[in-house]
């Protein structure tokens, strides 16, 4: 749900055996569309739109005429 604190990019890199930056890569491009915010020093947080943003994401393209 919004405002659910997410696992710190550190944690989440050891996890999925990555590098941190890629964690903290895609954080930042989550935080464009609204799926996730940050709070500087304190984290990133689920969004208020990340329902939306991932609906939007995963929609069938309609098919145009």
Known sequence: ??????????????????NPNTVARTYERLTLDG????????????GENAKEAIVS???????TA
């Open 35 to 46: 799926t996730v915010r940050s709070a500087r020093g304190i984290g990133f947080f689920v």
């Open 57 to 63: 994401r995963t929609a069938p393209e309609e098919a």
């Open 1 to 18: 749900s919004a405002d659910t604190q997410l696992p710190s990019v550190r944690e989440l890199a050891a996890e999925f055996g990555v």
